[in-house]
């Protein structure tokens, strides 16, 4: 089969098997003709020429459903649009943040808040899809999101863990996208449980252990030149990356139980709390890129009753994270990230007491790895309709981490299909948000 | 807005327009209706919809096989939208009994493709290999044991006395429901007042723990507040996950990092949210986890069971190859395996079954 033929057949649509299976089945161990480097094609890990970078990996927060933006980092206070939801200052002169992130009030000297966001997706699957990947959601291909850029482009700096990671993650977040399985997130359910089954059960020795996988490849392998499909391939090559991590000496990266209970208080005993602690560990271990999710933000109704539950977990973890990352000295080189795929209307739907999907302008948090902390950045009316000054798409703001990661955001990598794709699609990076 | 075909647009105005909604959806004069359901129950049997992806089908679609499409429309009619009677007939088509194609190049909807099973397969037939009757496990004993553990937190802080009184209480729950009830009835008169004072706390618990986001709490005094009467609470029923029932006798979704989720079961937060790709987790989980716990080391799992009652080396290699891969062994297969039966017969059955159920055959529907 020519290597033409070879991208053509991996560009069948086939929706949700399509993420792991295709780039999987294109890159059997040593034997793949990409395994070469093509000019701009898909190469080994870090060919791509990076420039200076301000940050070496990133800590992504997703707040998925559409956060409200005027009940948590941009509140108007004295709008007619803000509602019953009170503004404090913060550590940083020009930044009010909600009443209710009290603790994030005294972090703010370390945050961007870019006010400006625009994106042109109305809806979750639509825009989870797009901020994660800067390319709108097709049918035909699935892009890969920002972690498995990084990892692509960069490579991995930890050899035997995953270089992504995604936590309490959904469908639509991080993704492989057509690259390689081996950029594929993985999937934390619980951060609470870690990585589980990482070590052979009780009573089977390594012995029994490599006698058994012995026939098991045997048999599989039977398996797959009978039916020579890509998910299968995907299957087989899965089950060779969980041997190798089996074998990592730094699986203790995954117990966030080994951290100090002070810690642990300090960033909460909810999903949230756990996963930006583990986030922590696992980026101290080198993981170059870790998402972690906290959902419910869909306020339709009830926004303002349902903020003082969403918000707290959210001030507790982001303010502990912030802080722990500066006192180990991490924060200068990493990323934090906090975002979501939309706002919610200034406009408050008096029926329901809620907010609905709004796209035109709102806010996202960037913070450490060379930002500039304690401002903000673009302006909104004064009721917080539209943007008015130094508009930020979703692109640019994709553009804004991948420059600041040392990608090149104008670089071309080829699909197996053959058709070129960038970091962060046309965006342009802000520059004026780096310190 | 663009008006429903088939109905009058000023009627929308003074009828509830839910209920005209759904009236108009399965009117069987709504023109997309039978194509729809028809579509997707052809592509639940066989994998791959006549019209892909099935939610979006519009007026100038075709489907890759409109012959075949509209003789499943005539069919869905005469069936008069009973799905089983649907499903029964594609289930027993020629087409449908042919082995599944591995690829989509070229496929014409001749045979079902092949596909990973779903999560909730994969779960309901790791159970069959567990349980001698999968529907039998909603069983009372469990319930109890279930309850004492929902309150292990509780009856830690009691004394013997207390103990003993409500360990009492909750066998005679599941034992006699009527003498429970007459039993409760009578004490909710006499606690009625401290009831309510321990309703309050819990209440003002159930805040904080809500707060904090602590699920595990939540659940525990919402059923704390269920035993004590207090019923409309929100909590989601997380009691029975741990229990091994079919996929649809759980709450769905099931918890983060359970079985069902690491193998691709939604989330639910979004429409058509399952999957079907490999990751590492369900991976570690076939090699180290559930297999071993659940069936290598429980000498009560059916299929340890039968392998014990096969007694012969080949008998037992055929039993384990019909349980897991619904065939028997191939010549070479089976020299295998007898050979290392006769080695170590009990290290043997465990390595056999330990192998089948991480193969790419039990996770595939040929």
């Avoid at chain 1, 033409?4 to 034997?31: K, Q, W, Y």
């Avoid at chain 1, 709390?273 to 109704?301: M, N, Q, Y």
């Avoid at chain 2, 028809?38 to 679609?61: Q, S």
């Avoid at chain 2, 904090?212 to 409309?232: F, K, W, Y």
């Amino acid at each position: 089969m020519t290597i033409r033929e070879h991208l053509r057949r991996a560009d069948e649509p086939s929706r949700r098997t399509f993420v792991s299976g295709l780039a999987a089945g294109l890159f059997g161990v040593g034997t793949s003709p990409l395994a070469s480097p093509l000019s701009g094609a898909l190469t080994q890990d870090g060919a791509v020429p990076l420039r200076h970078a301000t940050a070496k990996r990133v800590i992504y927060l997703y707040m998925s459903g559409g956060m409200s933006q005027l009940d948590t980092f941009s509140p108007k206070p004295g709008a007619a649009t803000q509602g019953p939801t009170e503004a404090i200052q913060s550590n940083a002169d020009d930044v009010r943040v909600s009443e209710h992130f009290p603790l994030m009030a005294r972090h703010m000297d370390k945050v961007c808040v870019v006010e400006s966001m625009n994106s042109n997706q109305g809806a979750h699957a639509q825009g989870q899809y797009y901020m994660h990947t800067s390319y709108e959601l097709r049918g035909t291909i699935r892009h890969p999101s920002l972690g498995a850029w990084l990892n692509y482009m960069a490579g991995p700096v930890n050899e035997t863990l995953p270089g992504h990671v995604a936590i309490n993650g959904g469908l639509y977040n991080a993704s492989g996208g057509f690259l390689e399985s081996k950029y594929m997130p993985l999937p934390i359910g619980s951060a609470e449980d870690g990585l589980q089954n990482s070590a052979r059960a009780d009573g089977v020795s390594e012995g029994i252990f490599d006698r058994r996988m012995r026939r098991l490849r045997e048999m599989n392998d039977a398996f797959r030149d009978r039916y020579n499909t890509k998910e299968v391939r995907a299957y087989g090559d899965m089950y060779e990356q969980a041997l190798s991590l089996m074998d990592s000496q730094d699986l203790d990266a995954f117990d966030i139980s080994k951290e100090p209970e002070s810690i642990q208080e300090a960033y909460g005993t909810d999903p949230f709390g756990k996963g930006c602690l583990l986030a922590r560990r696992l980026i101290e271990h080198d993981v170059r890129f870790v998402e972690v999710v906290k959902s419910g933000w869909d306020t339709h109704a009830e926004n303002f009753d349902q903020m003082g539950e969403l918000c707290p977990p959210v001030d507790r973890a982001l303010s502990a994270l912030l802080a722990d990352l500066d006192a180990r000295g991490l924060l200068e080189d990493t990323m934090v990230v906090l975002a979501t795929e939309f706002g919610r209307t200034p406009r408050i739907n008096t029926q329901r007491d809620g907010r609905d999907h709004y796209p035109k302008a709102f806010s996202c948090l960037l913070a450490g790895g060379g930002i500039q902390g304690g401002v903000k950045y673009g302006k909104t009316d004064a009721e917080g309709h539209e943007v008015t000054e130094d508009i930020v798409t979703v692109e640019d703001f994709n553009a804004t981490i991948a420059y600041g990661l040392g990608l090149p955001t104008e670089y071309e990598m080829y699909s197996p299909s053959g058709r070129p794709f960038r970091v962060a699609h046309k965006g342009i990076p802000v520059k004026a948000m780096f310190a | 807005m663009r008006r429903f075909r088939g109905l009058d647009p000023d009627v929308r105005r003074e009828i509830d327009s839910r209920a005209a909604f759904s009236e108009w959806l399965t009117d069987s004069d709504t023109p997309r209706f039978t194509t729809v359901i028809a579509n997707r129950m052809w592509e639940r049997a066989f994998g791959v919809a006549l019209i892909e992806p099935v939610d979006d089908i519009k007026d100038d679609t075709v489907a890759a096989n409109p012959a075949l499409m509209s003789l499943l429309e005539d069919l869905m009619r005469e069936v008069d939208y009973d799905l089983r009677a649907f499903l029964e007939i594609l289930y027993t088509t020629d087409a449908y009994q042919r082995e599944s194609i591995p690829d989509r190049e070229g496929y014409a909807h001749q045979a079902p493709i092949m596909r990973r099973m779903s999560a909730e397969q994969c779960w309901d037939s790791m159970l069959t290999l567990v349980l001698p009757d999968i529907d039998a496990t909603l069983n009372e004993p469990d319930a109890v044991a279930l309850d004492i553990y929902a309150s292990y937190e509780d009856l830690l802080s009691m004394d013997e006395e207390e103990f003993e009184e409500e360990l009492e209480i909750m066998i005679v729950r599941y034992s006699d429901p009527m003498a429970y009830r007459e039993m409760r009835r009578e004490s909710r008169e006499n606690d009625d007042q401290r009831n309510s004072a321990r309703v309050r706390m819990l209440t003002d618990q159930l805040k904080k723990a809500r707060k904090r986001g602590d699920t595990v709490t939540v659940e525990r005094i919402v059923q704390s507040l269920r035993d004590l009467g207090i019923t409309g609470v929100r909590g989601r029923d997380r009691l029975r996950v741990n229990y091994m029932a079919r996929a649809s006798d759980l709450p769905s979704p099931a918890p983060d990092g359970h079985f069902l989720r690491q193998f691709g079961q939604s989330k639910r937060d979004l429409i058509s949210a399952s999957h079907e790709d490999a990751n590492i987790p369900q991976l570690l989980n076939l090699l180290n986890g559930f297999v071993e716990e659940r069936l290598l080391d429980q000498t009560q799992a059916v299929l340890r069971r039968e392998m014990i009652r096969a007694r012969a080396p080949l008998a037992q290699i055929n039993t384990a190859y019909v349980g897991v891969l619904s065939r028997e062994p191939g010549p070479e297969e089976r020299e295998m395996w007898l050979r290392i039966m006769r080695g170590d017969p009990r290290q043997g059955t465990k390595d056999m079954i330990w192998t089948l159920l991480n193969t790419h055959e039990f996770l595939f529907i040929r």
